[in-house]
């Protein structure tokens, strides 16, 4: 595709249950990165992937949050046991994958925990 | 911790007019800086990206600087459009070899006609 793509762009879930957000990103970029967003805040790092393996997991804030890539394409970030203060959107981007490379961002899935 | 603090946190200017907005960042070490332009519910747009070595870098009515000195930068916006109502999200890279970008909480812009 022509951008970077995010499904679905809106997820509404109950406390407890297993989410997952789906990235697909442009065609070619061999490095993919998901964010979490706040209410006023700008992006926090979640986790980077250079092709399949995660190359830095540093921002992933606990073991309920896991993403994959299993072939160095489209990237699935899964939340489990859900918590309220999980509602955020997350952004996916994707870039050439070399330092100082642009990164082009998808417009984000909005994740409401009731 | 690294972070990256912006002013103002809101704005509000008339179309026509200029506007300055500033970023101040204590990451170290330091790779390169970007202003990025998020409109509300989409994702962030890059406007400009420098290196620790350049001073200035220019993208249409945008212009941003950089004292890399006292880690201080600006972007400026000439003649302002409606359609510059956004948020400007300042960016830091803070290490060479990896990509990880660390984001301010942005300046919240309103142009009004």
């Known amino acids: 595709g022509a951008g970077v793509s995010q499904t679905p762009s809106n997820k509404v879930t109950e406390k407890g249950k297993y989410v997952e957000l789906r990235c697909d990103p442009i065609?070619?970029?061999?490095?993919l990165y998901w964010y979490r967003q706040s209410l006023g805040q700008g992006p926090e790092f979640l986790i980077y992937?250079?092709?399949?393996?995660?190359?830095?997991d540093s921002g992933l804030p606990n073991d309920r949050f896991f993403a994959v890539r299993p072939e160095g394409s489209v990237s699935t970030l899964k939340i489990q046991r859900t918590e309220r203060g999980d509602s955020a959107v997350y952004l996916c981007?994707?870039?050439?994958?070399?330092?100082?490379?642009?990164?082009?961002f998808g417009p984000g899935t909005r994740l409401t925990v009731l | 911790k690294n972070q990256v603090e912006q002013s103002p946190q809101s704005l509000i200017i008339l179309e026509g007019k200029n506007c300055t907005l500033q970023c101040n960042y204590t990451v170290s070490p330091f790779s390169n800086l970007r202003w990025y332009k998020q409109d509300t519910g989409r994702g962030p747009v890059s406007l400009t990206i420098m290196t620790f070595s350049e001073n200035t870098k220019s993208n249409g009515r945008y212009t941003a600087t950089l004292d890399a000195d006292t880690k201080q930068s600006s972007l400026h916006i000439t003649a302002s459009q409606l359609s510059d109502s956004a948020s400007y999200i300042c960016?830091?890279?803070?290490?060479?070899?990896?990509?990880?970008?660390?984001f301010g909480t942005g300046t919240r812009l309103q142009v009004f006609p």
């Open positions: 981007a994707s870039s050439r994958g070399l330092a100082d490379n642009e990164q082009f």
């Open positions: 065609s070619g970029h061999t490095a």
């Open positions: 992937f250079q092709g399949t393996g995660a190359a830095d």
């Open positions: 960016v830091v890279s803070g290490s060479y070899n990896t990509d990880k970008l660390i």
